[in-house]
Each structure stands twice: as structure tokens, then as C-alpha cells.
């Protein structure tokens, strides 16, 4: 390793938000020819780290040393111009242009469309991209657009690339084949950082980690040398286990029956076609699909949230007895003495209100109790502080609005919320997107605890690896329909996977 | 830092503060005012040569210079402040309401009609009920409208309360011109001189009423906001209509009954400038202050009880400007620029509540230590 000459070298490098401590004297190599998996928790700052290479942000102190020579990296611009380039979490491409428009987009020079094009048939050549120039944005799915923010960095000339998570929107074969383009570009001398969650990513992608802890380095190891408990160890800063706990299910009874559930978006397209399945009480029914493909319409339907074109969505009582819940809103299902608690995907922008503190988000189930028109904030705060306490949220106080929560900590407050009124049916949405190790255990936990409580659970996730642990059984949707549905103790990933890029899942060729 | 060498590293960068206390949040106020009065005083001693100081002398004067002057000034206060309270819900609920001028007028127009129409036909009280009643529907039927296209079909409310102020206007010019006495002078003048039907009682003296109901209207919106199911669903509909659908709030309904809210105030605040202030109607009677009341409500972070100082700083201003165009004979202007210095500061000091600026020295002075 010593030998290869280090792209970039980080030294000293601190940044910090208010009195927030991002990064604290971090000192990083990154070589050339090499695939460097940036590892570490929620709020360990991999990403504030990474933006100040590709000069989003400005460090307070340290020195970037790129090709070995100090460089001040300003602006975007001034990370281009010195080959760093980053792919965000969040693409930001221009939805109406195309491919070749938007890659082109913000440079220099004259415009040539043909030329542009031709340089992009051949950066795809070389790596092995599929991408079509003249093809708009709004007409690609989430791994061609991903295509294309790449395709875009290395048109700029970079040779120092960062990902960040690249693979959350992708499904487990377009995962692959991303990998395999990275590995050829690597193999080409370029230098690669992917930060990410995944530990089996990081076992067949990388060459060397780093790890991130609360703002700090805490050291390397080459991959090959590693495992993922000593990896994740190392993250942590204490030994965890990694296995999700999957009790049998004990004396499961059918508790929501959705039959032929037909739902259109306000836009006229189909977002669930047909779909029919039963979530017994006591299970953890799992939801696999790349993302977009009606997950979000399913849950919102069953939480009285998304009015439907056609079937039904029965509630089955402990006796037996149907309740029809569509066509009816949140508080007339509440009025029917069903307990129905959803933890939704936007958690800051449709579970709680940001802005708000905890007692006031406590409130959002409460508030209409007592009969005066003043609220009552008692209840709230005793349950904002059991929750707390329980979930060990970590929180200045009751009183902190909870945008300025770390993900993983907003999280256990809603989730806290939504099992303290002791529901029947828990209906959670990527209960751990975002959220580190530490956290997603958690609520794993929380999520296996309601279960043996008899509650029904739906868990619709999107790491295929969690989902194949903690289900009793898996629902994989395709693009609005039912693909299949599947035991979470005798499938696999790869039939999962099939299965969510084809409707009965089997060969792309068959 | 040992080496010299041509790294550049730029003059100053912004960063985002983390929550900043609030003693020292007030203290940047407090210079930015400051600051303002520094820049006005080099403008003035520039521009007209006067003392600074005897200007800003004056400015006091122009407010509070005598007993009456005092009461005028919290009069107006009072109206201002009513209104700003009125615009405030529906901010709180982003439904930015910036007809609160059309809604004090069709209010005022209300309460005109009753003195005019009811006049000989009713006793004074009952003309005065009908008055409240009619001038607060008024303002709130002018709130509903745009609230109820919002709520049906998502239409813009900052354009369709905009455009109700054009209609409220032309409404009260049509009736000037059918009510003018005498015929042909273009204007409607003092309403029942003699009878004084439909004039508000008077409490204490001429101004305190005025008063007396911005200190009801100040208490209650801040409860009512801060502590009431109502101003909770307000709260939440503003932050969020997604959470507030997820936890079976009817958005629309809320929307429709803020704006009800909203609109019934400012016709209530048109009620007193009709009924109790001017005794008549006019297309300026509202004098612009249903867009004061946006900036007012504002500055005031849409906390009532902060909304009474920022209105005064308002009037205040306001009155001293006029002040000191007639006592220095400069055009009314003039007190315009002084009043756009001040605000510009008091509002661009939010800046550096939220950001502070970290410079290059500054950085490489704390290395050396």
C-alpha cells in the first residue's frame, strides 16, 4: 500500500456546525487505483467530510492535500478543477433535460451538444455504463439517473470519486452491476470513496475501510483482512450482535384483509393494481420492492390516508368481525376503537412536525382529549418523558424542537409515539432508513417486541438482507402489483430480487 | 501556519449558527438599531444640513409631544396592532393573507352602511349590534373567499386575497360616490354629525376604546394560539398539511375557519376606524396598514405579545416621520428614507442571528495561539 501514491490526503481537517463537532482533526488517505469504503455511524460525519472535499463546505481548520500538493478547495468548481467529484444521496439533475443536457450543464466553453455526446458514448464505453444522452430525465428510473450523475462527474475529468450511498434506491442486480462499473474504474487508476451502511457491500466492493466515529477518525484496515463484526465493532466503539432476534409467531389470526386494492395517484397513474393479501396478528408481514413500486400508497390506503379506486381493506377484530377501513379518515378509524399506528416514511414531514418539540409531537395522537378547547399538555410531556427515558433518546430536553434530533433519535420518538397507544396493527415504512447500527437495533427490537404482543405488523424495508431476517413473511410488489408472497424463513435474496424486478420473479430472458 | 505560499483561502465564510441565546439575540437588535439611528443621523447632517440629534428629537416629540399626540399614538397602535393580530393565524398556517387591507375596508364599508342605511329606523344600539355583527361577517365573509377557493382547488392566496383588496376598494369608491353629501363633493363625510347615531361609545375619552380592544384581542390570540386545540391545528397545519392529514386533521376545514378568523378581525378593526375613529368611509381609511400588519406581524415572529412592541416601533416611526417633514419643512419623503434605514437594519440584523461570519484573520490568529 505504500507504494501507490495517495490521490488525496486529509490532515487535521475539523469542521463544526454551531457547537456541533462534525469532524475533529480527521486525518484520511485516499489512494489511487484503490476503493475506499468511508464506514461509520449516523452523525459520524462521512458525509460533512466528504463535502468538504467535494467543496461544499468549508473546513475551520486542517489542510487537503491533493496529488501531494496543499490546495484551498472553495467551491464545487474548485473541487472539479482539481478531479474530486461527488455523486449525492440526492441527485441533482434537471428533470426536463436530457442525459447529455444535464451532464453538460454549468460548463465552460462553447456549447456542442455532438461532441458532448460523443464523449459520453465513450466514458460509457470504457466503464461499461448503459446510458442513452438523448433520453430525459423525467423518463429514467432511480439507477439511470444515478448512471448519469456519475457519468457526469467523470465527464468533468475526475479521477477522485465519492459516492455517497449509492446503493439505498437500488435494487440487489442493479447493484451489481453498479459495482462492476466501479471496479473497472478502479482498475483504470482512478480513486474511489463509497460511503455506505451495508456491510456485505463493503465486504465485495472495497479494498480498504475507514472508520468514523462521532466526528473522528478511528482508523483503517484492509477489507480482505477484516470482518463485518470487527468492522462494525469498531464503529460502534463496542462489540454488538449483528443477528435480528425472529420469534415464531404465536397463535397468529388474520387481523387486515386487503382484497383486489386498485389505487390510482392524483395524477390518473396506477400505483396498486389488484392487490390482494392478508397481515395476521402476531407476524411481521415484510413489503419488499424497489422504491415507488405502490409501498407508499399501501400503507397510506390501510391508514385511511389514500382514497382507492376499487376493493376492500377489512379490519378483523379478536372475534372475527370484518370492519371495512377504506373510505374512512384516520379519526373515523380511531372512532371505530381500531388502533392503527403508522410510522411513515417522511418522518419529519408527515409523522411529526420539525419545528415542534417533543411534548408538542407527543400531542399530534392527543391532543383532542378533555373536553374544553385548551389543550392538555400533562399527558404529552409524562409520555415525551417516558420515552426518552425508555428509547433512550438522546435529546438537550423535552423542550428541543426535534428537527435538531440526529435521524436515528427522531425515529425513536416516533416510533415511541406510535406504539405507546398500544396498537393492534403497526404499520412502518423504512423504519431504518438513515438510521446506524446502534439505532436500527433498536427499533428491530421494538418492532419484534410489538409483534409478540399479537400486534400485526407491516415492514416495508428496503434492505433486502433485514428484510429476510425479520420477516415471517414477504410481500414483494412490482410496479403496483403483487409479485408474490413468500416465507421469510425458507426464501432468498436472490428470488426476492427476481421477483421484485418481475412481476412471479424468474429470468429477464424467459 | 508556516507556509506563505499563494493558498487562498476566502476573505470570510458564512456559517450557520446553532440556537443563540436570547440575550445576546436581543443585544444584535439592539446595535442594529443603534446602528440605523447612526446612518440616519450622517444622512440627515448630509442631505439637509440639520442637527441629527434635533431631528431624532422631534421624532419623540412627534409621538409622544403632548397628552393628545400620546393618545393619538396609541390609538394607532392599537389598529395597527389589532390588524397584525388578525393576519397572524393565518401565518402561523402559511396562508399568507395579504388582504388585510380589503378586509378592514369591506369591514369599515359595513359598519358605514348601518349608520347611514339604519339611521332614523333603529335606536342607536340596536344600529350599533348591527354595526359589530355586520362589519366583523363582512371582513370574514372577505377571509372566506380566498380560503374556500384554497381549500377546494389549491388555488394562490397570496393573489386571490390581493385582488379582494382591489374589489374592497372599488366597492367603498362606489359607495362614496352614492352616498356623497353634500351631492357632487365626492366624498360622504362625517356620518350622522348631529345625531351621532352609530358613533362607538365613548369610554373614558375618544381614544381608550380602540385601546382597550387591542389589549383583549392581544391576550386573547396568544391564548388562543398558544394554547387552544384551534391554535394547535393551526400550528400544525402551517408546519405540516401531511402530518396534519396523518393525524385526521380536516385541513380544509381549518384553513376556512383561520381565514374566518383572520378576515373577522381585520373587519372588526375597519368597525373602529368607522365607528369609533373617523365616523365615516373612505378608500384610504385603512391607509395601507393591512400590509404594515405583514411586516409587523413578521419582526414579531407571530408571537402577540412581541407583535405590541413591533407595531410601536411602527407608529412610532411613523409619527415622527411625519413630525419631522412639517417641523422641518422637508418633504414628506424625507421621513420615508429615515424609516426605510431603520427597517432595513431591524430586519437584516435577523441575519446575524441565524449566520455568523468567520474571517480569514480572525481564523489564522486562533492557529497561532
Not at chain 2, 267 to 275: D, E, H, T
Not at chain 2, 316 to 337: C, V
Request: neutral net charge; proline residues 3%.
Amino acid at each position: 500500500m505504500d507504494k501507490k501514491q495517495a490521490a488525496v490526503s486529509l490532515r487535521n481537517v475539523t469542521k463544526t456546525f454551531g457547537s456541533v463537532v462534525a469532524n475533529s482533526k480527521v486525518n484520511l488517505d485516499i489512494y489511487k487505483g484503490e476503493i475506499l469504503a468511508l464506514l461509520g455511524e449516523n452523525g459520524s460525519g462521512k458525509t460533512t467530510l466528504m463535502n468538504m472535499l467535494s467543496g461544499i463546505y468549508f473546513p475551520d481548520e486542517g489542510q487537503i492535500f491533493i496529488n501531494g500538493k496543499e490546495e484551498v478547495i472553495r467551491s464545487p468548481r474548485d473541487a472539479y478543477s482539481l478531479g474530486i467529484g461527488m455523486v449525492h444521496q440526492h441527485f441533482k439533475l434537471v428533470d426536463v433535460l436530457t442525459a447529455a443536457e444535464n451532464i453538460i450543464l454549468g460548463m465552460e466553453g462553447k456549447l456542442n451538444l455532438k461532441a458532448a455526446t460523443a464523449k459520453i458514448a465513450d466514458i460509457c464505453n470504457r466503464y461499461g455504463f448503459e446510458v442513452d444522452p438523448n433520453r430525459k430525465i423525467y423518463d429514467m428510473s432511480v439507477s439511470e439517473k444515478q448512471t448519469v450523475e456519475i457519468v457526469k462527474v467523470l465527464y468533468r475529468g475526475a479521477d477522485i470519486l465519492i459516492l455517497d450511498e449509492p446503493t439505498a434506491v437500488l435494487t440487489p442486480q442493479e447493484t451489481e452491476k453498479l459495482f462492476n462499473v466501479l471496479r473497472n474504474m478502479r482498475d483504470d487508476g482512478k480513486a474511489i470513496v463509497i460511503i455506505t451502511h451495508k456491510m456485505h457491500e463493503v465486504e465485495s466492493l472495497s479494498d480498504r475501510v475507514a472508520v468514523l466515529r462521532r466526528g473522528e477518525y478511528v482508523g483503517d484496515m484492509i477489507t480482505a483482512d477484516t470482518t463485518a463484526q470487527e468492522m462494525t465493532d469498531m464503529m460502534v466503539g463496542h462489540s454488538v450482535t449483528l443477528n435480528i432476534e425472529r420469534p415464531d409467531p404465536v397463535n397468529p389470526k388474520p387481523r387486515i384483509e386487503v382484497k383486489n386494492l386498485t389505487v390510482r395517484n392524483e395524477d390518473g397513474i396506477v400505483k396498486l393494481d389488484d392487490v390482494s393479501f392478508t397481515a395476521n396478528s402476531g407476524e411481521i408481514l415484510g413489503i419488499a420492492g424497489i422504491s415507488g413500486c405502490g409501498q407508499k400508497e399501501l400503507l397510506e390506503a390501510i391508514a385511511g390516508l389514500q382514497p382507492a379506486e376499487a376493493g376492500s381493506i377489512s379490519y378483523i377484530d379478536d372475534n372475527g368481525e370484518h370492519d371495512e377501513l377504506l373510505g374512512k379518515d384516520p379519526l373515523k378509524i380511531a372512532a371505530m376503537g381500531v388502533t392503527l399506528s403508522f410510522v411513515p416514511e417522511d418522518r419529519l414531514g408527515m409523522g411529526l412536525v420539525g419545528n415542534m418539540d417533543l411534548t408538542d409531537n407527543m400531542m399530534l395522537r392527543s391532543f383532542r382529549r378533555g373536553k374544553t378547547v385548551f389543550t392538555d399538555r400533562k399527558a404529552p410531556k409524562h409520555l415525551a418523558e417516558d420515552v426518552v427515558r425508555d428509547l433512550e433518546v438522546v435529546t438537550p430536553g423535552i423542550t428541543t424542537p426535534v428537527r435538531r434530533l440526529s435521524g436515528g433519535n427522531v425515529q425513536k420518538v416516533l416510533v415511541g409515539r406510535e406504539i405507546a397507544s398500544a396498537p393492534t396493527v403497526l404499520l412502518t415504512a423504512y423504519a431504518v432508513r438513515g438510521l446506524d447500527i446502534n439505532s436500527s437495533y433498536t427499533i428491530y427490537d421494538l418492532i419484534n417486541q410489538q409483534k409478540k404482543a399479537g400486534v400485526a405488523v407491516v415492514f416495508v424495508g428496503e434492505d433486502l438482507d433485514v428484510l429476510l431476517e425479520i420477516s415471517d413473511k414477504i410481500l414483494v410488489l412490482c410496479g403496483g402489483k403483487v409479485s408474490g408472497i413468500v416465507d421469510g424463513r425458507t426464501t432468498d435474496k436472490n428470488t426476492v430480487g427476481m421477483m421484485m424486478t418481475r412481476v412471479g420473479g424468474g429470468k429477464l430472458s424467459d | 501556519m508556516t507556509n506563505q505560499d499563494k493558498v487562498k483561502e476566502p476573505l470570510f465564510h458564512i456559517v450557520k449558527r446553532d440556537a443563540i441565546p436570547a440575550r445576546k439575540a436581543w443585544g444584535i437588535r439592539a446595535l442594529a438599531i443603534l446602528l440605523a439611528l447612526v446612518v440616519c443621523a450622517i444622512i440627515t447632517a448630509v442631505l439637509t444640513k440639520d442637527n441629527p440629534l434635533s431631528i431624532y428629537a422631534t421624532i419623540f416629540k412627534g409621538a409622544f409631544g403632548s397628552a393628545r399626540k400620546t393618545w393619538v399614538t396609541f390609538q394607532d397602535l392599537s389598529i395597527l396592532l389589532i390588524i397584525s393580530l388578525a393576519l397572524t393565524p393565518a401565518f402561523k398556517m402559511k396562508f399568507w393573507n395579504i388582504g388585510g387591507e380589503g378586509q378592514v375596508l369591506i369591514g369599515g364599508l359595513a359598519a358605514a352602511a348601518c349608520m347611514i342605511q339604519l339611521a332614523g329606523k333603529m335606536n342607536n344600539v340596536m344600529i350599533i349590534i348591527c354595526m359589530i355583527v355586520t362589519s366583523i361577517l363582512a371582513g370574514a365573509f372577505w377571509g372566506f373567499v380566498p380560503a374556500f377557493f384554497k381549500a377546494k382547488w389549491n388555488t394562490n392566496e397570496t393573489l386571490a386575497t390581493l385582488m379582494m383588496n382591489y374589489i374592497a376598494t372599488q366597492l367603498v369608491a362606489f359607495y362614496t360616490v352614492r352616498w356623497e353629501v353634500p351631492k357632487g363633493s365626492g366624498k360622504i363625510g362625517i356620518i350622522n354629525q348631529s345625531s351621532e347615531l352609530g358613533w362607538l361609545p365613548q369610554i373614558g375619552n375618544k381614544y381608550l376604546l380602540s385601546i382597550i380592544v387591542a389589549v383583549i384581542v392581544t391576550t386573547g390570540m396568544y391564548i388562543y394560539l398558544n394554547y387552544s386545540k384551534h391554535g394547535y391545528e393551526i400550528a400544525v397545519v402551517g408546519e405540516s398539511e401531511n402530518t396534519a392529514r396523518y393525524v385526521g386533521m380536516k385541513v380544509k376545514k381549518v384553513i376556512i375557519r383561520t381565514m374566518l378568523l383572520s378576515g373577522g378581525l381585520c373587519g372588526l378593526a375597519g368597525l373602529l376606524l368607522v365607528g369609533g375613529i373617523n365616523h365615516t368611509v373612505t378608500t384610504t381609511i385603512a391607509g395601507g396598514q393591512g400590509f404594515t400588519a405583514v411586516m409587523v406581524s413578521w419582526l414579531a415572529k407571530f408571537n402577540p405579545l412581541t407583535m405590541v412592541f413591533t407595531s410601536f416601533l411602527i407608529v412610532f416611526l411613523g409619527r415622527g416621520a411625519g413630525e419631522i417633514s412639517t417641523r422641518f419643512g422637508l418633504n414628506h419623503s424625507f421621513s420615508d428614507i429615515l424609516t426605510g434605514i431603520i427597517l432595513f437594519f431591524i430586519i437584516g440584523c435577523e441575519f446575524f442571528i441565524y449566520y455568523k461570519i468567520n474571517f480569514r484573520k480572525s481564523n489564522k490568529k486562533e492557529e497561532e495561539k
